[in-house]
T-cell receptor, first 116, second 113 residues
Framework: DAGVTQSPTHLIKTRGQHVTLRCSPI?????VSWYQQVLGQGPQFIFQ???????GRGNFPDRFSARQFPNYSSELNVNALLLGDSALYLC???????????????FGEGSRLTVL | GENVEQHPSTLSVQEGDSAVIKCTYSDSASNYFPWYKQELGKGPQLIIDIRSNVGEKKDQRIAVTLNKTAKHFSLHITETQPEDSAVYFCAASLGGTGNQFYFGTGTSLTVIP
């Protein structure tokens, strides 16, 4: 079975541009989360979506947005890019239940964004 | 919010020796504590996890212990091998849909052949 897939794997943008990152969860997983990992640091939570609804949001500015599609894939959008947005963006899927999540996050390989 | 601290930041051990990585957390409501291994250029991979109703869990050469009173948990790797070399992250979560994972800053483990 395929794991979490992300695209693109690498991309370079300039300040002020916008970027769209894409993620396909593991088959059967209805929850997708996005994390930002700056070099040398642990991942930081951006969003979680479950059944196409936003269920959690981290401490990131409104320039960051996301959505989940009927097939449970997801997009992360970042507008007005800043140099500090350079990072590895990780997508993770999980087999969430209605009342309580199982807790296990399965990460993709990430999209490495460089902002010049 | 939750704050997870992880030590040490780097760790070198001889092949065959044991490695221990320690984490502390601040929110007593956290109830799920996974450990991830991240190899260069790859995403984090879950290697073991523990829930707050369990004090210890073992999977072959890897074990995790949890002390809820002291709010700390540790990863133990025995009989280390060169392929264990990677960055290890601990995390804490309140569990449930929408609850985020709070990660430590990572430990770079090097196993010297």
């Amino acid at each position: 079975d395929a794991g979490v897939t992300q695209s693109p794997t690498h991309l370079i943008k300039t300040r002020g541009q916008h970027v769209t990152l894409r993620c396909s969860p593991i088959s059967g997983h209805k929850s997708v989360s996005w994390y930002q990992q700056v070099l040398g640091q642990g991942p930081q939570f951006i969003f979680q979506y479950y059944e196409k609804e936003e269920r959690g949001r981290g401490n990131f500015p409104d320039r960051f947005s996301a959505r989940q599609f009927p097939n449970y894939s997801s997009e992360l959008n970042v507008n007005a890019l800043l140099l500090g947005d350079s990072a590895l963006y990780l997508c993770a899927s999980s087999l969430e239940g209605e009342r309580e999540g199982t807790g296990e996050l399965f990460f993709g390989e990430g999209s490495r964004l460089t902002v010049l | 919010g939750e704050n997870v601290e992880q030590h040490p930041s780097t760790l070198s051990v001889q092949e065959g020796d044991s490695a221990v990585i320690k984490c502390t957390y601040s929110d007593s409501a956290s109830n799920y504590f996974p450990w991830y291994k991240q190899e260069l250029g790859k995403g984090p991979q879950l290697i073991i996890d523990i829930r707050s109703n369990v004090g210890e869990k073992k999977d072959q050469r890897i074990a995790v212990t949890l002390n809820k009173t002291a709010k700390h948990f540790s990863l133990h790797i025995t009989e280390t091998q060169p392929e264990d070399s990677a960055v290890y992250f601990c995390a804490a979560s309140l569990g449930g849909t929408g609850n985020q994972f709070y990660f430590g800053t990572g430990t770079s483990l090097t196993v010297i052949p």
